[in-house]
């Protein structure tokens, strides 16, 4: 579990800087889309035609970035906006949580001093409304430019004209 890991490892870290979020979250979130991208090449490397590249005497190099990376480019665009917006919801949950760097403005740390302040008891809605949005727009954006780059590189999804 990557989110309880994340909390252990940042509050254990005396530092609370910037750096130090970004290295809590790339330490725990690695191996996720590692293994994903590293079972579909495992995948595509018996398949036919790049047993046929590499029968027909073809480079490792070549075999690599003609025959199997193209082949990936979906995978690999969705593996890293999937990180991509789970790295910024683990840097609000850590800012959220008072882990990171109080005096850098974040959206995890507009939260974090709304929740203090008590703004949804006083009907300070709009402290908590406008990052909670900002964060939810951010992935769905992510996720919209994901549809477009999986449409474009799988050629399964490609409209017929």
């Known amino acids: 579990p990557g989110l309880p890991l994340m909390f252990?490892?940042?509050?254990?870290?005396?530092?609370r800087s910037v750096w130090t979020i970004v290295l809590v979250v790339?330490?725990?979130?690695?191996?996720?889309?590692?293994?994903?991208?590293?079972?579909?090449?495992s995948t595509l490397r018996t398949r036919e035609f790049v047993?046929?590249?590499?029968?027909?005497?073809?480079?490792?190099?070549?075999?690599?970035?003609?025959?199997?990376?193209?082949?990936m480019t979906s995978l690999v665009a969705g593996s890293f906006f999937?990180?991509?917006?789970?790295?910024?919801m683990a840097e609000a949950s850590l800012e959220f949580l008072?882990?990171?760097?109080?005096?850098?403005v974040s959206w995890g740390t507009i939260l974090y001093y709304a929740q203090q302040q008590n703004a949804l008891l006083t009907g300070q809605w709009l402290m908590i409304f406008a990052p909670g949005l900002a964060i939810a727009l951010l992935a769905l954006s992510f996720t919209l430019v994901n549809f477009g780059v999986d449409a474009l590189s799988n050629p399964r999804l490609r409209e017929k004209s």
């Open 51 to 71: 047993t046929s590249a590499q029968f027909s005497g073809e480079r490792l190099f070549r075999v690599v970035f003609r025959e199997i990376l193209p082949n």
């Open 82 to 88: 999937a990180a991509a917006t789970a790295a910024v």
């Open 8 to 15: 252990i490892l940042a509050a254990y870290l005396k530092s």
């Open 98 to 104: 008072g882990l990171g760097d109080p005096n850098t």
């Open 26 to 41: 790339a330490f725990t979130s690695w191996a996720t889309g590692a293994r994903v991208i590293r079972s579909q090449a």
